[in-house]
C-alpha cells in the first residue's frame, strides 16, 4: 500500500491520488492527501539511501563512453520561498548493453544536483576514469553538475536542436528581409553566408562559421542607417551577435555533427527533454497549478525517476505499516 500510495502521489495531485486510492483500496477510514504526501516523502528518502548504498555496478562495456543528456526546467516556488521559480536539473544517462537511467534533482537540498548524477552513473556502470560524454544545450550551470560528479574532463557536446533553432531565427528573419528593396546587394555577406552556416555548423566548421558570422555583423555595422530605418533589420543583427557569442561560448562543445549522425551516435539532447516531460513537466507545470518547496520537489522527483525506470518495485524500502 505504501508503494502504491508513493506511486500515485507522484502521478497525481494528492488530493486526486486520494480519490484514487479511495475508489479502488477502500478502507475503514478514508485516505488523507496529508498521508500519501507523508507518504511520498519516505519513500523518497529510502529510495536515496538505498542509491547512494549501492555498490559500483561495472559494466561489460567499460571501454565506451557513457553518455548523460543533462536539461534543466523551472518549477513554481511557493510563495515564502526567495523566488516565483527554482530550477530544476535532470536526464538521462545512457550505457551500451543497460537500460537507460533517470535523474532529477533540486536545489538547496541535503543531497546535490551533482550527488544526483553521480549515483545514476554508478548504476550504470561508471568507474572514475572512464570516458563521459555530456550533451547539453551549452549550459554552464550544467555542464558544472556533470563536472562536480565525475571529478574528472568529461566530453562537451552542444545539443544540435539548440544550435538549429538559432540558425533557423536568422534564416527566416533574413528570409523576410532579401526581397527588400535593393537589401540583398547591401547586404551582400549576409546573402551569401546565411544559407552556408548551417552546413558549416552541420560538419563542424564553427571557425569558417564564426568568421562568416563576424563578416555579417561588420557589414551591418557599415548600414547603421538602414537598421534605423527597418526594425526588422535591427532585429537581424541582435540575432546574428547572439549567435556570435554562443558560438564564442561553445566553440569546443560543436562537433562534426554530420559524421556523428551517419554512424548512428547521438547529436542532441532529446533523451533530456524527453526526462523533462516526464519528470517535471507532467507532474509539476503545464496545467498544475501547485506550487513546490525545492525538498517537496526533489522528493517527488526521485519516486517519479524510481517509477519511470521501474527501481521502485525493486527498491528495498523500510516503511512502516
Same mark, same amino acid.
Request: net charge positive; aromatic share 6%; glycine share 6%.
Given at each position: 500500500?505504501?508503494?502504491?500510495?508513493?506511486?500515485?502521489?507522484?502521478?497525481?495531485?494528492?488530493?486526486?491520488?486520494?480519490?484514487?486510492?479511495?475508489?479502488?483500496?477502500?478502507?475503514?477510514?478514508?485516505?488523507?492527501?496529508?498521508?500519501?504526501?507523508?507518504?511520498?516523502?519516505?519513500?523518497?528518502?529510502?529510495?536515496?539511501?538505498?542509491?547512494?548504498?549501492?555498490?559500483?555496478?561495472?559494466?561489460?562495456?567499460?571501454?565506451?563512453?557513457?553518455?548523460?543528456?543533462?536539461?534543466?526546467?523551472?518549477?513554481?516556488?511557493?510563495?515564502?520561498?526567495?523566488?516565483?521559480?527554482?530550477?530544476?536539473?535532470?536526464?538521462?544517462?545512457?550505457?551500451?548493453?543497460?537500460?537507460?537511467?533517470?535523474?532529477?534533482?533540486?536545489?538547496?537540498?541535503?543531497?546535490?544536483?551533482?550527488?544526483?548524477?553521480?549515483?545514476?552513473?554508478?548504476?550504470?556502470?561508471?568507474?572514475?576514469?572512464?570516458?563521459?560524454?555530456?550533451?547539453?544545450?551549452?549550459?554552464?550551470?550544467?555542464?558544472?553538475?556533470?563536472?562536480?560528479?565525475?571529478?574528472?574532463?568529461?566530453?562537451?557536446?552542444?545539443?544540435?536542436?539548440?544550435?538549429?533553432?538559432?540558425?533557423?531565427?536568422?534564416?527566416?528573419?533574413?528570409?523576410?528581409?532579401?526581397?527588400?528593396?535593393?537589401?540583398?546587394?547591401? &547586404?551582400? !555577406? =549576409?546573402?551569401?553566408?546565411?544559407? +552556408? $552556416?548551417?552546413? %558549416?555548423?552541420? @560538419?563542424?566548421?564553427?571557425?569558417?562559421?564564426?568568421?562568416?558570422?563576424?563578416?555579417?555583423?561588420?557589414?551591418?555595422?557599415?548600414?547603421?542607417? &538602414?537598421? !534605423? =530605418?527597418?526594425?526588422?533589420?535591427? +532585429? $537581424?543583427?541582435? %540575432?546574428?551577435? @547572439?549567435?556570435?557569442?554562443?558560438?564564442?561560448?561553445?566553440?569546443?562543445?560543436?562537433?562534426?555533427?554530420?559524421?556523428?549522425?551517419?554512424?548512428?551516435?547521438?547529436?542532441?539532447?532529446?533523451?533530456?527533454?524527453?526526462?523533462?516531460?516526464?519528470?517535471? @513537466?507532467?507532474?509539476?507545470?503545464?496545467?498544475?497549478?501547485?506550487?513546490?518547496?525545492?525538498?517537496?520537489?526533489?522528493?517527488?522527483?526521485?519516486?517519479?525517476?524510481?517509477?519511470?525506470?521501474?527501481?521502485?518495485?525493486?527498491?528495498?524500502?523500510?516503511?512502516?505499516?
Amino acid at each position: 500500500l505504501e508503494r502504491i500510495q508513493a506511486e500515485l502521489g507522484s502521478r497525481l495531485s494528492f488530493r486526486e491520488a486520494v480519490r484514487v486510492l479511495n475508489l479502488f483500496v477502500p478502507a475503514a477510514r478514508p485516505h488523507n492527501h496529508r498521508t500519501v504526501s507523508n507518504r511520498l516523502a519516505k519513500v523518497a528518502d529510502q529510495i536515496e539511501k538505498w542509491d547512494a548504498a549501492s555498490p559500483y555496478r561495472i559494466s561489460r562495456a567499460s571501454d565506451s563512453a557513457i553518455s548523460i543528456f543533462i536539461d534543466g526546467a523551472y518549477i513554481r516556488a511557493v510563495p515564502r520561498y526567495q523566488g516565483r521559480h527554482f530550477e530544476i536539473a535532470m536526464g538521462r544517462v545512457v550505457s551500451p548493453g543497460r537500460l537507460p537511467r533517470q535523474f532529477a534533482a533540486a536545489p538547496n537540498v541535503a543531497t546535490g544536483k551533482h550527488d544526483a548524477v553521480r549515483v545514476a552513473l554508478r548504476a550504470q556502470g561508471w568507474m572514475p576514469g572512464r570516458d563521459v560524454t555530456v550533451f547539453s544545450d551549452g549550459d554552464v550551470g550544467l555542464q558544472g553538475i556533470v563536472l562536480t560528479a565525475t571529478r574528472q574532463p568529461v566530453t562537451q557536446i552542444l545539443d544540435w536542436f539548440h544550435l538549429s533553432m538559432r540558425l533557423r531565427h536568422i534564416e527566416q528573419a533574413w528570409e523576410g528581409l532579401r526581397h527588400i528593396g535593393d537589401l540583398n546587394i547591401y &547586404l551582400r !555577406d =549576409i546573402t551569401v553566408h546565411v544559407p +552556408r $552556416l548551417r552546413h %558549416l555548423l552541420w @560538419n563542424g566548421y564553427v571557425d569558417k562559421a564564426t568568421q562568416a558570422v563576424n563578416n555579417m555583423l561588420y557589414q551591418l555595422k557599415q548600414q547603421v542607417r &538602414l537598421q !534605423d =530605418i527597418n526594425h526588422k533589420l535591427k +532585429r $537581424l543583427s541582435v %540575432l546574428i551577435s @547572439n549567435l556570435r557569442s554562443y558560438l564564442i561560448q561553445n566553440t569546443r562543445s560543436i562537433v562534426d555533427y554530420c559524421r556523428r549522425y551517419r554512424s548512428g551516435q547521438p547529436i542532441s539532447s532529446s533523451p533530456a527533454e524527453s526526462a523533462a516531460n516526464s519528470l517535471v @513537466n507532467a507532474r509539476m507545470n503545464k496545467k498544475r497549478q501547485m506550487r513546490w518547496s525545492p525538498v517537496g520537489a526533489h522528493r517527488g522527483l526521485q519516486v517519479r525517476a524510481a517509477v519511470a525506470d521501474g527501481r521502485l518495485k525493486q527498491a528495498k524500502l523500510a516503511l512502516a505499516a
